[in-house]
């Protein structure tokens, strides 16, 4: 679980990409946003992440896993399949390594998409809705809808969000 280490492990990419002269860019996903950005939990167990030049951010990524005991995928681009075109802010402006995040709202609707049970799923999308104000299912449909217009929120997530939304 990684939790105030995520900056270091950021910065270290940064000091490698530093020794070889280049220039990169993340853009953080789920759990990570959620502990840097919206100090929403304590921990992750891992970095979701969209990353170029990936060649030699992968490098990185394993010097450091070596050298802090991490699993080589701590820092992982299994989110990109799932990224669609939306807004980023700039968490961290290094000097060889601009780290992104998206927005609470486009979040949002990435976690209720995936809604995986024995996750932070469900914490994370309570604490995302009560950030942006939306108590009605409806309004948590039309954020979804908004970055993913051809998808269909789960009837078993349908259920998940109108529990949440009644606590």
């Known amino acids: 679980m990684m939790t105030k280490e995520i900056e270091q492990y950021l910065r270290e990419v940064n000091d490698e990409l530093a020794l070889q002269n280049v220039k990169g860019e993340i853009c953080l996903y789920g759990g990570a946003v959620m502990c840097l950005v919206f100090k929403a939990r304590p921990a992750t167990k891992d970095v979701d992440a969209i990353f170029e030049p990936v060649k030699f951010i992968r490098n990185a990524i394993t010097k450091i896993a070596e050298r802090h005991d991490l699993r080589q995928d701590w820092l992982n681009l299994a989110v990109k399949m799932f990224v669609v075109e939306h807004e980023k802010k700039i968490l ?76």
């Not at 709202?105 to 104000?133: G, W």
């Open 92 to 167: 961290f402006d290094f000097p060889n390594l601009k780290v992104f995040v998206p927005t609470a709202d486009y979040l949002l609707a990435m976690k209720v998409l995936a809604a995986r049970a024995d996750t932070e799923d469900v914490s994370d999308i309570k604490f995302l809705s009560n950030k942006l104000k939306l108590s009605e299912l409806t309004q948590i449909t039309e954020v979804v809808r908004k970055y993913y217009p051809n998808k269909t929120i789960k009837p078993e997530t349908e259920f998940l969000l109108e529990e949440i939304l009644k606590k």
